[in-house]
């Protein structure tokens, strides 16, 4: 980097700063408050995850100006997709969808195979930065501010992470609003969920001998990028009985009908312990 670069990020590293000891004293609601209304475009980039609807949910609720926008990627699971379906409708909001270029998927079909993100790790990582990456920057194009719902407690990187910070490669403020809550806040019914996290369907695995902990990602794929602003390192709903081949389990449907995903988010956010947010339900809750 050089001199005048270095004094040209001086002032959003400043500002950023000064915005994290701000958002430091506020509660969630006042935290998306300020944000909103700093200028700028503000996109919230969600995975579908516990701590992206928490998010979702004071935006619809309070109307905030904030785009949301999510990676359909082409692989996601059919839950996932019904969940933005369902998102949507609860809270009368538009969630914006932002898919791979066909040209780059073909241009990766050329090199790798279609499929070929199960044969290597850089055919993995490959796949990642066409279906994630490249969508990713589209979504924050024109984006002063890029919230996202990444937490301290979710992992040993995540560990210092600030309520805003300077993010110098995309030159936008990122903003996480989350940053101080810990898992038993986020997630109220953490014990009767299934579904940890929403990715793509090769990025998972089955359970298996040497893999105890069915949906786990795989290891070539624990540092993807996931939709709502940090690498995939949280579990997802997953029942499998290839790598290759991802099956629905016999028992993936809730009481009321609808699919373990679905559900899962539902008893998570559904059976909410925040003030004023016991209405927060999704997929078959009445």
């Known amino acids: 980097m050089t001199a005048i670069n270095t004094i040209a990020e001086e002032g959003p590293i400043a500002e950023a700063e000064a915005l994290n000891d701000r958002l430091a004293g506020l509660d969630l609601a006042g935290r998306l408050s300020l944000v909103s209304g700093l200028g700028g475009r503000v996109v919230f980039t969600t995975s579908l995850g516990i ?38 409708s609860q809270y009368d909001i538009h969630i914006h969808r932002f898919e791979p270029e066909k040209a780059d998927i073909d241009a990766y079909a050329a090199q790798y195979g279609l499929n070929g993100f199960y044969e290597s790790v850089e055919a993995r990582h490959a796949c990642c930065g066409v279906r994630k990456l490249k969508p990713l920057a589209r979504a924050l194009e024109g984006a002063a501010i890029w919230v996202t719902g990444l937490r301290r407690g979710q992992s040993a990187n995540r560990a210092e992470t600030p309520f805003a910070e300077y993010d110098a490669e995309r030159h936008l403020l990122k903003v996480n609003p989350l940053a101080d809550w810990d898992r038993r806040r986020s997630r109220p019914s953490f014990r009767r969920t299934a579904c940890r996290s929403i990715r793509c369907t090769p990025a998972v695995i089955p359970r298996s001998a040497a893999n ?75």
């Open 51 to 88: 701590e992206d609807q928490v998010i979702t949910a004071e935006i619809g609720t309070h109307r905030l100006p904030i785009d949301i926008a999510t990676l359909q990627t082409g692989r996601l699971f059919a839950e996932t997709l019904s969940l933005i379906d369902e998102t949507e």
């Open 212 to 286: 105890p902990a069915p949906g786990r990602s795989s290891p070539a794929s624990r540092n993807a990028p996931a939709a709502g602003g940090g690498s995939r390192t949280k579990r997802a709903n997953a029942a499998c009985t290839s790598p290759k081949r991802p099956q629905r389990s016999p028992h993936s449907k809730s009481p009321h009908g609808f699919p373990n995903q679905g559900a899962a988010t539902a008893a998570a956010l559904g059976k909410s312990t925040f003030p004023g947010k016991a209405n927060i339900k999704f997929c078959g809750e009445p």
